[in-house]
């Protein structure tokens, strides 16, 4: 089995590394990266649930790409290119990173936060809210913040 990434759909939120980190991370990058391809065998099932629980859909599981047999299955290192700057400058303007977390003892279950943004939020697993995206895109900050604020119970902390 092969999984790639598009580069143009990822988000960057995690949630593949959190699911299968021998298969995606976002170490390098803005971007999960693959490194492992193709999959081994007792990985597999971690990366096509990392696959299905992407939120933007940018991982492509191909069941039918296998390594030949006497193929050997390896982990790719990706290495950071040594870069000479003589003086200081911005490669790449990064973004305010923002995560939340709700307190499993003041939160009530009530779901106003999964109402108000539920890209973020879920009590689909658990009795309490839990947080879906660490740390919160871009996109979604603003209503994150809202969801703190209409939290009845004050179990949403926003930390920026």
């Given at each position: 089995?092969?999984?790639?990434?598009?580069?143009?759909?990822?988000?960057?939120?995690?949630?593949?590394?959190?699911?299968?980190?021998?298969?995606?991370?976002?170490?390098?990058?803005?971007?999960?990266?693959?490194?492992?391809?193709?999959?081994?065998?007792?990985?597999?099932?971690?990366?096509?649930?990392?696959?299905?629980?992407?939120?933007?859909?940018?991982?492509?599981?191909?069941?039918?790409?296998?390594?030949?047999?006497?193929?050997?299955?390896?982990?790719?290192?990706?290495?950071?290119?040594?870069?000479?700057?003589?003086?200081?400058?911005?490669v790449?303007?990064?973004?305010?990173?923002?995560?939340v977390?709700?307190?499993?003892?003041?939160?009530?279950?009530?779901?106003?936060?999964?109402?108000?943004?539920?890209?973020?939020?879920?009590?689909?697993?658990?009795?309490?809210?839990?947080?879906?995206?660490?740390?919160?895109?871009?996109?979604?900050?603003?209503?994150?913040?809202?969801a703190?604020?209409?939290?009845?119970?004050?179990?949403?902390?926003?930390?920026?």
């Amino acid at each position: 089995m092969r999984v790639r990434v598009d580069e143009n759909l990822c988000i960057g939120c995690g949630i593949c590394e959190d699911a299968a980190p021998e298969v995606f991370t976002l170490e390098n990058g803005p971007v999960a990266q693959v490194i492992m391809d193709p999959v081994d065998a007792e990985v597999e099932e971690a990366a096509r649930q990392a696959a299905d629980d992407c939120p933007e859909g940018a991982i492509e599981v191909d069941e039918d790409e296998v390594a030949p047999p006497d193929e050997e299955v390896t982990t790719k290192v990706i290495e950071e290119p040594e870069v000479e700057v003589s003086s200081p400058i911005y490669v790449s303007e990064r973004k305010e990173e923002m995560k939340v977390t709700v307190d499993p003892d003041l939160c009530i279950g009530c779901g106003i936060c999964e109402g108000i943004v539920p890209e973020v939020f879920s009590l689909l697993n658990e009795p309490y809210a839990e947080v879906l995206l660490d740390p919160v895109p871009e996109e979604y900050q603003d209503a994150a913040r809202e969801a703190a604020e209409e939290c009845p119970e004050e179990a949403i902390a926003v930390i920026e």
